[in-house]
């Protein structure tokens, strides 16, 4: 079945790095736009970054630009968030979630479970 | 703040009819696809609405939403206890280039 399992979540202290990945299965990942949505505890979602199907148009929020990077292996069929600077603001559960077709602007109709990063020193 | 603002909670007894509002603008709602996402207490958010309007297979026709203009709105009918849960509109932002959700609206079924 079509799954998307997230990975690399952990507590880390402030100012550290991380890297998340996101493995995906039962579908062909090649020709999906892929989006990194957090929530951070008792709050909405918030939207993080997309990248279209072939890695080169990249979108991110406000608040991460500069800090988080979204990329993509399409030959591993994994999704990765490199975030950098980690602020106790980035506490949050990532998830990654799949747009329905190339376009990055869209929707996200799979999800995965979430990885749970905490900042905290 | 988000780009898109919705009510934070609405409430109706099982059986009857609820509805949510997504306001948005010009750069967003407005010319842009809406997309609606419920999330049950404790559990992954799960796509119910895409293109302003329609239901992705297994969502039921109890659940429905339209566009008009720089706002959107979800209806749910025939409310169960099961409906309980966070839902979110969302979309494009074309000035921001960047995916906008709503605040959240607590639907609570009495």
């Known amino acids: 079945q079509v799954q998307l399992v997230e990975s690399g979540g952990g507590v880390v202290q402030p100012g550290r790095s991380l890297r998340l990945s996101c493995a995906a299965s039962?579908?062909?990942?090649?020709?999906?736009?892929m989006h990194w949505v957090r929530q951070a505890p008792g709050k909405g979602l918030e939207w993080v970054a997309v990248?279209?199907?072939?890695?080169?148009?990249?979108f991110y929020a406000d608040s991460v630009k500069g800090r988080f990077t979204i990329s993509r292996d399409n030959s591993k069929n994994t999704l990765y968030l490199q975030v950098i600077s980690l602020r106790v603001e980035d506490t949050a559960v990532y998830y990654c979630?799949?747009?329905?077709?190339?376009?990055?602007?869209?929707?996200?109709?799979?999800w995965g479970k979430g990885t749970t990063v905490t900042v905290s020193s | 703040q988000s780009a898109l603002t919705q009510p934070p909670s609405v409430s109706a007894a099982p059986g009857q009819k609820v509805t949510i509002s997504c306001s948005g603008s010009s750069s967003n709602v407005g010319i842009n696809y809406v997309s609606w996402y419920q999330q049950v207490p404790g559990a992954v958010p799960k796509l119910l609405i895409y293109d302003n309007n329609e239901r992705p297979s297994g969502i039921p026709d109890r659940f429905s939403a339209s566009k008009s203009a720089t706002s959107a709105a979800l209806g749910i009918t025939g409310l169960q206890t099961g409906d309980e849960a966070d839902y979110y509109c969302g979309t494009w932002d074309t000035s921001l280039s960047a995916w906008v959700f709503g605040g959240g609206t607590k639907l609570t079924v009495l």
């Open positions: 990248i279209s199907y072939d890695g080169s148009n990249k």
């Open positions: 039962g579908f062909t990942f090649s020709p999906y736009a």
């Open positions: 979630a799949r747009g329905p077709t190339d376009i990055p602007y869209y929707y996200m109709d799979v």
